[in-house]
């Protein structure tokens, strides 16, 4: 049985009105805490979200002066500089264009010698910096959410995970060629995104819907890593029509006002 009366639901037109919508309560999250820690995801999804927030920088609406950020995962074998690293999206999509400190940035680092041992460093610097305030998270089509694919279990924590076939096929677009996609990946586990004090999962597309309605109405369930979110106290889904069309009674939940 789905927990949904504990999911917010917001349904926008489409991706520029969701991540507008996204943009705004991030940026209305840092207005009120300044020394906000936000974790952040990488992927098609956010790029509009983080387009948005660029934008109200350079309006003068918006500063990071203050900001720490925890990115959710990276590919291991690939470096900073690297241009398919998530480090390197990072820089290119928000942190080069903002005021934020790159003392305060942090993305998994996937040159480390040892995995295990960076996962541990990466959850301490977590828990130094005082916890994840407001994560934003992405979903993979098979319900992924950063790199924890299907089985992962509710407890893991940031650790080295192979990646399935569908997540380096889908993730293959980023690169010259499928080859050239790594097949193992650092990643933030479940357990860590749970210990965030909010969440905001933003998903766009039909090639999303049927991952969508299995995380917020199916039964909290390994095969969809998202569904553990239904445990979660405070998640907000911010979706576009098609990735919302295979929910139960879309039409009570539309929400036009972004
Ligand atoms: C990736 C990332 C996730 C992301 C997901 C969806 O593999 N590790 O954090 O949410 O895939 O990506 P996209 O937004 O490009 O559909």
């Given amino acids: 049985m789905s927990n949904r009366a504990n999911t917010n639901i917001v349904v926008c ?45 350079h309006e003068g609406k918006l500063s990071f002066a203050n900001v720490t950020t925890f990115n959710l995962d990276e590919y291991i074998g690939l470096g900073p500089e690297h241009p398919q690293s998530f480090r390197s999206f990072m820089q290119q999509q928000l942190f080069d264009h903002v005021n934020v400190d790159a003392r305060r940035t942090h993305v998994p680092n996937g040159l480390a010698d040892n995995p295990a041992t960076e996962g541990k460093i990466y959850e301490d610097s977590i828990v130094a910096a005082g916890g994840i305030d407001l994560q934003l998270l992405g979903i993979g089509s098979n319900g992924h959410i950063a790199f924890n694919e299907p089985g992962s279990p509710r407890d893991s924590r940031t650790r080295a995970v192979d990646l399935t076939p569908s997540t380096v096929e889908a993730n293959s677009r980023f690169f010259d060629s499928i080859d050239d996609v790594p097949k193992l990946a650092i990643t933030m586990g479940i357990g860590t995104i749970m210990e965030a004090k909010q969440i905001i999962l933003m998903a766009c597309g039909q090639g999303k819907a049927e991952a969508v309605a299995r995380s917020i109405e199916g039964s909290v369930d390994e095969s969809i890593p998202a569904s553990h979110l239904q445990l979660h106290g405070d998640v907000t889904y911010v979706l576009d029509i098609q990735a919302a069309s295979k929910l139960s009674a879309i039409d009570t939940i539309v929400n036009r006002d972004v």
């Fill in 13 to 57: 037109d489409d991706f520029d009105a969701a991540s507008r919508h996204v943009a705004s309560r991030i940026a209305n999250a840092i207005a009120t805490t300044p020394k906000i820690v936000l974790g952040l995801a990488t992927g098609s999804t956010p790029v509009g979200t983080y387009r948005e927030l660029v934008h109200l920088h």
